[in-house]
């Protein structure tokens, strides 16, 4: 008999709900993927490190001269100098960042705040690494606050002699919330008197909307000292099938976190490494990511108006939240699950995100769109969608 170490743990919510796209030939605006391919350029770097032999195994901690080109890239945009040699890994995806960073730093008994709605593979880490995950909610829309907003007291108050790490995902998924200045200054007074670590899940931070800058927790030195900053490359190049990331951190915490790698994943592609190395020498690539999902964003926002859908505006990430109160009073699974099988439209409830995604409290009428979609795509939704 086998005894689960994650006994409430199933198919996650978006491999269920792309199967029952492919069952009925939906169209798939709910799991985080672009429908188009990413740069040719790209492409055949990749393929010319693979006929000049990168072809076996890696430096584990990652290729030097790629681990050389996001230290500077991180310099560069956010004035914090990591050191490549010690304070940068790269990771088989930010998945996996998540979770050596996680098990790097949580021991049994210890507790991690988590803000919901939160992205799905949190929870199963701390438990795994023996924590005790402790969420406190963001606060939903509503008439006088049409977006979800934070409210710090709440993290404060959820603060207890236990608490050992914070995870901060910011622009947030799946409600496209950023931080602000004021924000990074309460995250300073939560810690700085205490022994608690900050995980910065940052896998969409070149996807930032209204011409803003993007605020790392790198940005501030203190936060940086405490901090497992995370990115992806597969959200920032159109190729998350590639399931290459990276973790910036303190040389300590970096110490901790490579002998969890080592033995988790030991290194990650090469050939793939070596491409974004060369790749992202020409910070246009990544520059001008904001401005390419801005159009997306605003297509299909002003394309929501003309159904019964009430879309709320992200700012950042390639999501977008619509409400639905106007269509149906179903839960947000039930409705999410009508949708693709009479419509034919796959979205995600919001509510899938939440401890609880059954709980009253879970469900405020909410579904996440992706719109990392070629606009053929968006636009057959959206004609399904106006004759709702």
Same mark, same amino acid.
């Not at 490549?84 to 998540?98: C, H």
């Given at each position: ?182 924000? @990074? %200054?309460?995250?300073?007074? +939560?810690? *700085?008197?205490?022994?608690?670590? &900050? #995980? ?132 947000? @699974? %039930?409705?999410?699950?009508? +949708?693709? *099988?009479?419509?034919?439209?796959? &979205? #995600? ?40």
């Amino acid at each position: 008999m086998i005894k689960s170490k994650l006994p409430d743990v199933g198919t996650t919510i978006f491999s269920i709900m792309s199967q029952l796209a492919n069952e009925y030939n939906a169209i798939n605006l709910g799991q985080g993927f672009p429908d188009f391919n990413p740069d040719e350029k790209l492409v055949s770097l990749v393929n010319k490190a693979m006929i000049n032999g990168h072809n076996q195994y890696p430096y584990m901690p990652g290729v030097q001269a790629l681990r050389i080109a996001i230290a500077n890239k991180i310099s560069q945009l956010y004035s914090h100098n990591y050191n490549p040699e010690t304070e940068i890994t790269v990771t088989n995806g930010a998945t996996e960042a998540l979770m050596s960073s996680i098990l790097s730093v949580v021991h049994d008994g210890d507790e991690v705040i988590v803000i919901e709605p939160c992205y799905d593979s949190y929870v199963p880490c701390i438990k795994l690494a023996g924590g005790v995950p402790v969420f406190v909610s963001l606060t939903p829309p509503s008439k006088n606050n049409p977006a979800y907003s934070i409210d710090w007291n709440k993290v404060k108050n959820a603060i207890t002699e236990k608490t050992r790490l914070i995870i901060l995902n910011f622009p947030h998924n799946p409600t496209g919330l950023t931080l602000k200045s004021s924000d @990074l %200054d309460a995250i300073e007074d +939560l810690i *700085k008197d205490k022994e608690i670590f &900050l #995980i910065g899940d940052e896998v969409y931070e070149h996807i930032v909307f209204g011409n803003k800058p993007f605020l790392s927790l790198s940005t501030r030195d203190f936060l940086a000292s405490r901090s497992f900053v995370i990115s992806s490359f597969g959200k920032t190049y159109h190729t998350t099938g590639w399931k290459v990331g990276y973790c910036s951190a303190p040389k300590a915490l970096t110490a901790e976190f490579r002998k969890i790698h080592q033995f988790v994943v030991f290194t990650v592609s090469s050939p793939m490494q070596y491409a974004f190395a060369e790749f992202m020498k020409d910070p246009d690539t990544y520059l001008n990511l904001s401005s390419f999902y801005q159009k997306k964003h605003d297509y299909l926002y002003n394309g929501l108006l003309n159904t019964r859908f009430k879309p709320i505006k992200s700012e950042g990430t390639f999501f977008l939240l619509a409400d639905y109160s106007d269509v149906s009073s179903d839960n947000e @699974l %039930d409705f999410a699950t009508e +949708l693709t *099988k009479k419509h034919g439209v796959t &979205l #995600i409830p919001v509510s899938a995100f939440y401890k609880d995604s059954l709980a009253l409290v879970s469900n405020n009428n909410l579904v996440r769109f992706c719109f990392a979609k070629k606009n053929e795509t968006l636009e057959k939704a959206l004609q399904v969608l106006s004759t709702i």
